[in-house]
DNA sequence: TCAAAAGTGTTAGCTCTACACCCATGC
DNA sequence: GCATGGGTGTAGAGCTAACACTTTTGA
């Protein structure tokens, strides 16, 4: 083995170049019609017109360019699709298959988070459709597999972490959480352990306000800006 | 907002081309200079002989070929550095800020484990150096920080899947297994209640072989090859 | 017989879960 | 008052951590 074949840098400067692209998979709740639970997840995906799989349904994204990080290319392509900014975004794997498109593509995906007070009536380009994951299937390459790897992480991510409060908007009640909880993980949760649970966790502060409605009025939470929506690790949220 | 605007695929097909790196974080064991824990967690870097960051060590790596997946890349760039296959290899993260290298280069990170047994007698390239984890500082661009975090998972993932028996060859003792999870999360762990934990989690499969040492023998087990090593969720193990 | 590691038993304390119950409001 | 969701209390099951104890070997 000669030296120079060893050790990234220890190169001539020819790396191949690779096409990169950046894409995300947007979460955002839409209210349920089957009256069993209050929120279905829906999410923003794009109609394909050109080859390869031309007239697919697609998860936005694009190139990612010369001057912009990673998680900037994410949040750049969401505002395209969505015209918004995402409550949270986190990084959820880069798919680099040789074969996963006919021209060989690596693509770093993105997952975010739409508070659903934004999402209420914001404009949508016509190529964009929203839909309910729960029957989402026949995506562009990959995209499928794609979608339940990052349904599987907001799922794990949940128990762990105030990533639910990324739907919610700055106040909100503990049934606003829970019912988000319950839309996540699709069963329904014990109103009273699920408080004590939440409220011993430190990632919601309760505020002197509360929601008047037809019943008893809820005390109104906010966000614990102490403590980040989620756990990086030792790695610092996202601005690469 | 126009309709090319949006969306992956309804490119122009003219993406900017970026150059990827594929890198490496490699963990081992060595036995333990210090007689509190038998092991020491160890892993290669290699000299750097270029600018930029001449002279510092980095994590091994390399350019993606155009013909290789990401998981062969690092896989390939290994057994460069080490003469080794892993026994274990999981995506970290995708590092791609624009000022983490003079030129733009977006790196796909890995982390991998090597059998304690393998490693024994390998013949190093002479630009390549094995260093303990804990006091390694001072390595080329952003990787004292991607070393943490890889660090980070490992000691995660060691709670909820086998992982530490990638390390192990074969046949080991409970006894083995648990220096192992020692060494990772630095303390010490009770004999008796590591055992009960470890075989209710179905992970390994108990032998009818024993270890003859100094004391009473200590019952061999194996992996349980119907559990996988680690979860990855709905994706597959790795063959990206 | 003794030291040391292998392996088993036991208990106190904690968390989780299910569910009973009270509270405050609109109608 | 009464229906309804907000909010509190509590007992049993199950898990965890600490540590006492027994077993089996080599020396």
């Given at each position: 083995m000669t030296q120079s074949s060893v050790a990234l840098g220890n190169d001539n400067g020819n790396g191949n170049v690779i096409r990169l692209?950046?894409?995300?998979?947007?979460?955002?709740?839409?209210?349920?019609?089957?009256?069993?639970?209050?929120?279905d997840i829906v999410m923003p995906v794009v109609l394909r017109t050109r080859d390869p799989h031309e007239g697919k349904w697609a998860?936005?994204?694009?190139?990612?360019?010369?001057?912009?990080?990673?998680?900037?290319a994410a949040s750049r392509t969401l505002a395209e699709t969505t015209g918004l900014h995402p409550a949270y975004l986190e990084q959820l794997y880069a798919f680099g298959a040789v074969d996963r498109s006919p021209t060989r593509v690596?693509?770093?995906?993105?997952?975010?988070?739409?508070r659903a007070?934004?999402?209420?009536?914001r404009a949508t380009p016509e190529n964009v459709e929203w839909f309910s994951v729960d029957g989402l299937w026949g995506l562009a390459f990959d995209h499928d597999e794609i979608v339940q790897?990052?349904?599987?992480?907001?799922?794990?991510?949940?128990?762990?972490?105030?990533i639910a409060q990324g739907f919610l908007p700055e106040l909100f009640t503990l049934s606003d959480l829970r019912e988000v909880h319950e839309a996540v993980l699709n069963k329904p949760l014990d109103?009273?352990?699920?408080?004590?649970?939440?409220?011993?966790?430190?990632?919601i502060v309760p505020?002197?306000?509360?929601?008047?409605?037809?019943?008893?009025?809820?005390r109104l939470y906010r966000t614990n800006s102490?403590?980040?929506l989620a756990s990086h690790g030792p790695l610092k949220p996202d601005t690469q």
């Open positions: 692209a950046v894409s995300t998979v947007i979460f955002a709740l839409r209210p349920a019609k089957h009256p069993s639970k209050k929120w998860l936005p994204g694009g190139w990612l360019r010369e001057d912009e990080g990673l998680a900037a690596v693509s770093v995906l993105y997952w975010a988070l739409l007070d934004a999402v209420q009536q790897y990052a349904l599987w992480r907001l799922q794990n991510k949940l128990d762990y972490s105030g109103p009273a352990n699920f408080r004590r649970q939440v409220e011993g966790s430190g990632e505020t002197d306000q509360f929601r008047k409605g037809s019943h008893r009025p809820a102490e403590v980040a």
